[in-house]
């Protein structure tokens, strides 16, 4: 019964996989104890896991998830990785069935920009702009993108 529990009914998944040094998601969680003496307190748990109230399993709370996930997008400033990172998310959609070219290019056209031409790298920062900052593109100035708050 229990592995109908965690069966997730999407239509698309992405494989991971961690490599050394591991995941380590919810360190410095507090897990406290009913201590006689308050300085006792101090000494309270500390572990990197986080456990759902209601059932008492284990559980990663979504915004890790979503750090998690961010980090395979090249979206910070000074980020040393992005070909790398671009190219094995368009990698990763291939694998998957999905055209990035064809997926960019029909959003681009679906908010009236055209004339911008695909590339792993800008895929890959405009999919982070839209998911991870809730911003979409308005036009292109400069030969990049402008966005503004989808809110």
């Known amino acids: 019964m229990a592995k109908y529990f965690f069966d997730l009914k999407a239509p698309h998944n992405i494989p991971l996989q961690t490599t050394y040094p591991g995941l380590l998601i919810g360190s410095g969680y507090t897990h406290e104890f009913d201590f006689p003496e308050e300085d006792d307190k101090k000494e309270a748990f ?59 290019d029909a959003y681009l056209v679906s908010k009236n920009i055209t004339n911008y031409q695909y590339d792993p790298i800008k895929f890959a920062r405009l999919l982070g702009e839209i998911i991870f900052k809730g911003n979409e593109p308005i036009e292109i100035k400069d030969n990049s993108l402008t966005f503004e708050s989808i809110a």
């Open 46 to 104: 500390k572990i990197g896991f986080f456990f759902d109230h209601i059932t008492g399993l284990p559980c990663i709370p979504g915004h890790s998830v979503k750090g998690v996930l961010r980090s395979a997008f090249p979206n910070h400033e000074k980020e040393k990785y992005v070909k790398e990172k671009s190219e094995f998310l368009v990698e990763l959609l291939i694998n998957m069935g999905i055209d990035p070219q064809q997926k960019f």
